[in-house]
């Protein structure tokens, strides 16, 4: 099989004395992990397209089940300004990490790889002062592309007015509702309603266009607090709340 596509790196594993294994979100296969010979030995262009969040040009040979070899590597975009800040990589890091334990592998997602893809132009093109929010909003539109984003308007299981949210199960429950076992011992947080219509914009408005939004900064607060602590709960324990979630279709917000 020959496969060439556009990949972006999302992590890479060293592999013996010089090799390494290449995890890549590629446009034709979704994510897939590639093996390179030898790209550490020499500072070349091909060792450094290796580097994470490189979006390249790739040239991929091997059989369909085991693991194929990269023959050639083309950088489009770098990426390296993110790289080289700290703030900006640990963020984009963190996305990654969500869409790695989130996304199956071998799965082709065209919508998912132009999110990434513009994410990390928008981030390069951003002043240092809009980023905090604008980071926040990108965890909120990639949970909402994966089917994870919780839910904040309104109980999960009857749509009724509340706002105890349970990080748990991504959303919140009335008083009738929020019933043992399925709440746990776990005390809801207390969200509020700028919350959930700042939330509201979030969701519905294109990533571009979010730069605009001026939140306050205890809103933002909140919101960083909530996708917090559903990001625990949804990578520790994500087949329960991924169960819950497709039961009750919280996840439609
Ligand atoms: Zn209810």
Known sequence: MLLRTEGIVLKTHKYGEAD??????????????AFAKSPRKTKSRFGSSMEPLTYSMISLWGKE?????ITQSDIISSFHNIRE????????????????????????????????LNTLNLIASLEQKQKETFYLILQVH?????????????????GAKTLDFYPSLGTP???KCAVR???????????????INFYSHCLAWPVY?????????????ELSFIIDKHL????QKRLLTSEFLVRKGANHV
Do not use: W
């Open 173 to 175: 429950l009335c008083g």
């Open 232 to 235: 625990n709960h949804l990578l």
């Open 20 to 33: 390494l294994i290449v995890t890549y979100f590629t446009l034709q296969k979704g994510i897939i992990k």
């Open 65 to 69: 089940q085991s693991m194929p070899k």
């Open 209 to 221: 266009i979010l730069r605009r939004l001026k939140p306050r900064q205890d809103t933002i607060a």
């Open 85 to 116: 800040n700290l703030h900006d990589f640990i963020n984009s890091s963190k996305l990654i990490e969500i869409l790695l334990s989130l996304t199956p592998e071998g799965i082709p997602n065209k919508r998912l790889f132009s999110f990434l």
């Open 142 to 158: 990639l949970l909402t592309l994966l089917g994870y984003a919780p839910r904040l308007k309104g109980c999960g299981k009857c």
């Open 181 to 195: 076992p399925l709440v746990g011992k776990e005390p809801p947080v207390r969200i509020t309603e700028g919350l």
